[in-house]
């Protein structure tokens, strides 16, 4: 380094210089060398990670802004700003310096606006990114630990969410921390206690707005911050899956350099991600506040609706049938509070801890950088969408009132068929979903064996008529074999001649997800195939 | 752990082609005649790499984008200073938005789409292949770092000193128990939460008053049929507090004719002339219980669709609520004005713990 320096016969760009500066003082160059040429595989699904990097972007970014103008004090004022209809009305410092943000300041709106949706954005793309994930089996060994970090920055994401949600102190935000307020006020022993330490004393009080303003703008994004941070040096360190396909092996990673082609096509998607927001921001009203009033525990009004990622735990309240709630032992039991809140921690708590559940069934070892396609793990997809439907019946659950007002239909009809797609909707989406996944494993046989349909019909001399099908290219064909299907366990006696409880689990675990199973066609299927048809 | 390596002897032998420390695949099946991977195909050139009309159009795209972004940042600015918003006018605040926001996304989405179609159209688009390693890394360094802690561990003793362990770790453990206890300051330490959920601000002869206005409210106001929002009077004139007070003390009150109230015997002094009044707070989690409807007489809560019966002491007739809503025991004073006997019998709003 130092003879290129000093040896430098002819003037140096610019460019070379400053590089030259910088590396000699930072070591840089070993960093450049290292990853700089990296290949990164490429497909749309992998973009779904990187919106939800992209939305975070622009969250802190636009966050930023607000923290400027928005004063997080529960202190009463009488509005005096240039929203005419709330002039005098007594509100809140918090919804005050909003409505000015919105009102007052020139393009305060749109940046409000704009870090709503991306807010919005984050929760869903991180979402959309998981069952990218989960259903191409991303996260096998070495992975686990980055689905987990992955799962934790969802729920951050959505702690940031609904903090944020409630710093204007507007009336919805306000119903939505009453109802946060009697959910922790039903935990058994320390609820009174929890709701009395969050709120500074009774509800609403004068603190809340204050202590979430600390959540949501220091230790919830310095969370987030660090656990993208890690999420991503494991992305660096295991180098990116890929799908299968010719050249493309367990061992490799082929894909365009990281510079110049994918740093050119990820920093555009950034600036794509950040325009297509800006574009809602300035075309969409989100969260109206000045429509809904500042926070007072009297007025509600009907058909409100939480943040869509609240979704799933308001309807989950909702779907719980009357009088789960007991006295026992001189104490308030509710369970019409606490069943919805163990069967989201249980689903949570399921989805996490997936990856290792499938590893022990398996008992495979190897790393795994290949995606799967969702049809060749069958059982694995059918629980991914048994788990959607799970999630989804919540969700819809959480707009009981607006599906019985717009379709006409009973409150009760529309609780008791949500509550019937929660509890049999996941068997039925399970079966119908591994079903479907066989059918198209065996078509992927079916047309590696006899070829595609050519469409060409000839006429044979027997006055026979039939359609050609084309045998597939060795490319092609690849793309459809080249999975690997797992058989269930034999259980066998350990070396103390006992078949232990464990390993009767995972062999049950094993049938139960290797039963059926489709194996891709092999060179000896293919050549017997081809004998017996010409 | 051990046996899970047994339970896949069989075909851990067949495999162990790739993999460089021959890992357990567990019960993977690898069949012996599967098809070889057949290597890269060959490349295709794009357009733009063999028409050079195409590669000069895609040149003047991206750099036209580019141009449009600057185009768009100019306008936003523009926009900012010919769309002002101090007139009072939501109509104003529309368009200071829409042009903000119609010039901002031009400038992003022209370096965008710009960058993008760089480097789909022009850059070189020939895909790198990169090896992998096996995530653990060398047997040689996973043995250093090994020898690293067993190094560490001898020289400090940390195993060897088991008492100096031990109190070292219960010392780390207590530690941050202090800035625990701290936390007992987020509430005020001279309060009890139960005490202060098992009262409101009612109290005998206090009267009953609208919502907002603050207005007494006549027993001969209260028309057949009708609902109102009520607090009680004096609650608009508290310096602190109010909302606190209101969270609690929100009422609604209704005139049923008589005949269709069922009421229990020791409460069938608690209403006047058909008049009745619940706490407006949620039995479930104390969302307002604002929605009635006169002619079955219900009461529908809109977060979670609890539903109350006022014929019936207001009991839970469909939704995740247990408890009646709690009856406020009112009465008429002299001067025809509703007053309530007494504060609520019991705790109003969501359930807790200490409640019974």
């Not at chain 1, 707009?399 to 409150?411: C, E, I, Q, R, V």
């Not at chain 1, 008791?416 to 059918?439: D, E, M, N, S």
């Not at chain 2, 420390?21 to 195909?41: K, M, Q, R, V």
């Amino acid at each position: 380094m130092s003879t290129a320096t000093t040896n430098a016969p002819q003037k140096r760009s610019f460019t070379a210089a400053a590089s030259v500066y910088v590396n000699e003082r930072t070591s840089v160059a070993g960093f450049v060398k290292e990853l700089g040429r990296k290949a990164f595989p490429d497909h749309w699904s992998f973009l779904l990670g990187e919106v939800a990097l992209f939305a975070f972007v622009v969250v802190l970014i636009s966050g930023t802004f607000l923290t400027f103008f928005f004063q997080a004090s529960m202190a009463e004022v009488h509005y005096n700003g240039s929203y005419v209809p709330l002039k005098g009305v007594e509100m809140s410092v918090a919804m005050a310096s909003t409505l000015d943000i919105s009102f007052d300041i020139r393009g305060g709106l749109f940046v409000r606006q704009m870090h709503h949706w991306a807010a919005l954005l984050f929760v869903a793309a991180i979402g959309l990114h998981m069952l990218r994930i989960f259903f191409t089996g991303a996260f096998r060994k070495p992975r686990e630990l980055n689905w987990v970090i992955g799962f934790v920055l969802f729920i951050l994401a959505m702690a940031e969410g609904f903090t944020g949600y409630s710093l204007p102190d507007d009336l919805l935000s306000g119903n939505g921390l009453a109802i946060i307020n009697g959910m922790i006020k039903g935990f058994p022993l320390v609820g009174t206690w929890m709701s009395f330490l969050l709120f500074g004393g009774e509800f609403p009080g004068t603190d809340i707005v204050g202590r979430l303003y600390t959540l949501h703008i220091l230790l919830l994004p310095a969370l987030v911050v660090a656990f993208v941070a890690l999420h991503l040096v494991f992305v660096v360190v295991h180098k990116h899956t890929q799908y299968a396909g010719p050249g493309k092996t367990p061992g490799n990673a082929v894909g365009p350099p990281i510079l110049p082609v994918y740093a050119a096509k990820a920093g555009g998607f950034f600036f794509i991600v950040f325009g297509v927001l800006a574009l809602i921001a300035s075309l969409f009203t989100i969260n109206p506040i000045w429509n809904y009033g500042p926070y007072d525990p009297s007025p509600v009004s009907a058909g409100t609706q939480p943040d869509w990622y609240i979704g799933f735990a308001d309807g989950a309240l909702r779907l719980i049938p009357p009088g789960w709630e007991f006295v026992w032992l001189d104490r308030t039991w509710s369970f019409n509070i606490l069943v919805p809140i163990i069967a989201i921690g249980v689903f949570i708590v399921l989805a996490l801890m997936y990856p290792f559940i499938e590893a022990w069934v398996k008992g495979d070892k190897r790393e795994h950088h290949i995606a799967d396609r969702p049809r060749n793990a069958p059982t694995r997809t059918a629980i991914g969408a048994a788990g959607v439907t799970f999630y989804a019946g919540l969700w819809a659950a959480a707009s009981s009132d607006l599906l019985a007002t717009h379709f006409s239909l009973t409150m009760e009809g529309v609780i008791h068929a949500l509550q019937a797609v929660v509890i049999l909707g996941p068997f039925v989406a399970y079966f119908i979903t591994k079903r479907v996944c066989i059918a198209l494993q065996k078509k992927d046989r079916e047309i590696v064996l006899h070829g595609f349909e050519s469409g060409r019909i000839v006429k044979l001399p027997g006055g026979e008529f039939i359609e050609v099908h084309e045998p597939l290219d060795e490319y092609e064909r690849w793309r459809l074999v080249s999975f690997e299907t797992y058989e269930p366990l034999m259980l066998r006696p350990n070396s103390r001649g006992k078949i232990t409880f464990g390993q009767r689990l995972r062999a049950g675990m094993s049938r139960w997800f290797f039963e059926d199973r489709i194996a891709p066609v092999t060179k000896g299927e293919l050549e017997a195939g081809h004998g017996e048809h010409h | 752990m051990a046996q899970d390596d047994h339970s896949g002897t069989e075909i851990a032998a067949a495999d162990s082609s790739h993999a460089a420390p021959a890992a357990s695949p567990g019960t993977a099946l690898i069949a012996p005649d599967s098809f070889e991977n057949p290597g890269f195909p060959p490349h295709r050139p794009r357009v733009t790499d063999e028409d050079p009309k195409r590669e000069k159009r895609a040149q003047r795209t991206v750099y036209t984008l580019f141009y449009l972004s600057i185009l768009g940042s100019v306008w936003a600015i523009a926009a900012y200073m010919l769309f002002p918003m101090e007139s009072n006018n939501v109509g104003d605040v529309r368009l200071n938005n829409l042009f903000i926001g119609l010039g901002a996304t031009l400038a992003l989405l022209g370096i965008g789409f710009g960058a993008v179609h760089w480097a789909k159209s022009l850059m070189y688009d020939v895909e790198l292949v990169d090896e992998r390693h096996p995530i653990g890394g060398s047997p040689e360094t996973q043995a250093a770092a090994v020898k690293v802690f067993q190094d560490a561990d001898r020289e400090s003793g940390f195993s060897r000193r088991a008492v100096i362990r031990n109190s070292l770790i219960g010392a780390l453990l207590v530690f941050p128990l202090p800035a625990v206890v701290l936390f007992r300051g987020l509430a005020p330490q001279d309060q009890n939460p139960i005490e202060l959920l098992s009262h409101t601000m009612w109290k005998k002869g206090t009267r009953l008053a609208l919502d907002p206005s603050g207005a007494p409210i006549k027993a001969s106001d209260v028309t057949m049929g009708s609902a109102f929002h009520v607090i009680p009077e004096g609650l608009q004139d508290l310096e602190h507090g109010k909302l606190d007070e209101k969270a609690k003390a929100a009422v609604l009150l209704m005139r049923l004719d008589p005949k269709d109230l069922n009421e229990l015997p020791e409460r069938k002094t608690w209403s006047y002339d058909g008049i009745v009044a619940y706490s407006k707070i949620c039995t479930h989690v104390g969302c307002p219980v604002a929605l009635y409807e006169q002619h079955t007489h219900h009461l529908l809560c809109p977060c979670h669709q609890s539903q109350f019966d006022v014929a019936n002491h207001c009991e839970v007739i469909f939704g995740p609520a247990k408890r009646p809503l709690p009856q406020l025991p009112i009465a008429v004073d002299d001067e025809g004005y509703l007053i309530a006997q007494s504060d609520f019998t019991e705790p109003v709003g969501p359930s807790f713990w200490e409640r019974h």
